[in-house]
DNA sequence: CTACATGCAAAGCATTTGCATAGCC
DNA sequence: GGCTATGCAAATGCTTTGCATGTAG
């Protein structure tokens, strides 16, 4: 995490954007939450420093998006959300309860490299979600 | 397509949906388009009936949507775009002209049987995307 | 000291809602 | 004929913008 958190101060540095507080404390909100939404990223750091405003909140996210720290999630709710992992994973959201869990695999790795040979796109990157029950839900549909 | 609609038609019937003049449009301008946002969709079915409201519009969608016809895609540019075509398939987004193809592949299915067996989850839907640049873009870039 | 970032309030838009009317079943 | 769907207009709520002030470099 500290370590993280150099790397992005030191590429806001190289990319000639200043380095505040506000910035600061959001990325590390930001990091620390799973698939957080504009609303709930604004809550938290409200808790913490009270006077950050919303505007700054959704300049400060654009920002990470552009640097490539974030990307908008697809979405089941209607509200973007943002993915805060970016280390190549697919989400199970299950559309029952709402959870959502990172799964790792080696095939994501070989499912790029295919496409990328194949489409002759340079594949910057990905976002890959599965819909579905989760274990516990599913026992509960079959007894409805 | 037109065995879609009918079976759209029977759906609608089978699920105490009225089957409207208006609903039968929207399917099938929807049906018609690649990745539309609302805006889209209102737009094209403006043409065609002018008299119909955002709001049948919107309403329409959701129950697409609810319906299994349509889903929410991942956003690269702030706006909502459907999915319409519910094949298994992979969408590759240029982030440069904003291009988005279609790319299918049996590795598709098999990651999704190894993650239903991996995950206990029982999954119902899914949403891949791939972002980068397309093959003309890649070149334009490496020349700047 | 200069330029960019922040905070606030207002503006802008997309989406939803309430309700009267129309039209499917 | 009953009940859902539609269309309209108003309301809501999220997001952006403009501008004065603060602050990093």
Redesign the interface.
Known sequence: MEEKLKEFIDMLRKEGHKVTPQRIELFKIIKNCKHPTVEEVYHRINKSHPTVSPATVYKTIELLREMGEIQ?????D?K?RYETNMTPH?N?H??KCGKV?D?F?D??Q???N???K??????????????????DC?NQ?SSE
Chains 1, 2 share one sequence.
């Open positions: 908008e999630m697809s979405v089941i209607g973007i697919i199970i299950c559309i869990e799964v695999s095939r994501i070989e499912l790029f295919e496409f990328e194949k489409s002759q796109y340079e594949i910057k990157s990905h976002s890959f979600d599965f819909f579905g029950y989760c274990p599913k549909e």
